[in-house]
């Protein structure tokens, strides 16, 4: 069984959803991360996607925002994405990378620029996560697979936009935006480019069909699917129900007809 595919996910809620294919572009957002070397966050604008088979997308499913689009893998390396770099805590490569930022001469921008760059593609293994109200001691991000885009520094700073935040201005800046991290910059991307759309539930895809029909999308091949349907018709799992407990047995002579 393959353990990735030739689609990358993008997970988000619905008004995400929504937004993306109105203006047919993935946003750059703050993402904010715990640096395993030392303790603090970082975050560092991206777009993050994932490359999933459907066999192993179930646990992925709903952990953040519930609504998935599928594009093609060939859109992702044509736009620069790349796999992130998993590292385990405090070991030797990731060690180096952030001693080598720490010690580098201001002086040389550019250099400073491209290493930071480099970290920004950097994740632990395995740590802390809180997402949707469930908080996970000691979560294994690398079976997410992730896929990231992170936009060039030197392009930021021109554009006066932050490259790199602490915990204490991310927050400040989620306050400022309405509790949102996007810029106003991203990724386009065109109708063809879609392969798939997962939905939360089953009146959800109709909904979502009449919204690309309005927005005049062209490719017709888009499928849409809701998160059971997945589960049970594809991966092939939930598909016991618990038994209800209160069960009161039927008198049968009394349904004979």
């Known amino acids: ?24 572009t993935f946003k750059f957002s703050y993402s904010q991360e715990k640096v ?6 970082i975050a560092f604008p991206m777009i993050s996607f ?24 060939n859109w992702g390396k044509k736009n620069h994405f790349n796999p992130v770099w998993y590292c385990y805590a405090n070991s030797i490569v ?31 293994v395995e740590g802390e996560l809180n997402v949707k109200g469930h908080k996970y001691s000691n979560y294994r991000f690398m079976d997410e697979r992730e896929v990231r885009l992170v936009p060039p ?18 927050i400040e800046y989620k306050k400022q935006h309405n509790e949102m991290s996007l810029l106003p910059i991203g990724i386009k991307f065109e109708w063809n480019d879609i ?3 997962v939905v939360q539930n089953e009146a959800n895809i109709v909904e979502f069909k009449n ?17 059971q349907q997945i589960k049970e018709d594809f991966i092939g799992i939930e598909h016991d129900q618990e038994q209800n407990r209160n069960f009161v047995p039927v008198d049968i002579e009394n349904i004979i007809v």
């Open 195 to 197: 392969k798939y759309i």
């Open 1 to 24: 069984m393959g353990l990735s595919s030739n689609i990358l996910w993008h997970q988000t809620k619905k008004k995400g959803l929504e937004d993306i294919l109105k203006s047919r």
């Open 50 to 73: 994932c490359d999933l088979p459907f066999s192993e997308f179930a646990n992925y499913m709903g952990k953040y925002g519930g609504y998935s689009i599928g594009l093609s893998h």
């Open 211 to 227: 919204l690309l029909h309005k927005l005049g999308c062209t490719n017709e091949n888009i499928s849409i699917f809701y998160q």
């Open 36 to 41: 395993p070397v030392a303790d603090y966050e």
């Open 153 to 170: 520094f030197q392009y930021l700073k021109n554009e006066n936009f932050q490259y790199m935040l602490s915990k204490k201005e991310y």
């Open 94 to 124: 990731e060690s180096n990378l952030f001693s080598i930022l720490r010690n580098a001469n201001p002086v040389q921008e550019q250099y400073v620029l491209k290493l930071a760059e480099i970290i920004a593609y950097v994740k632990p």
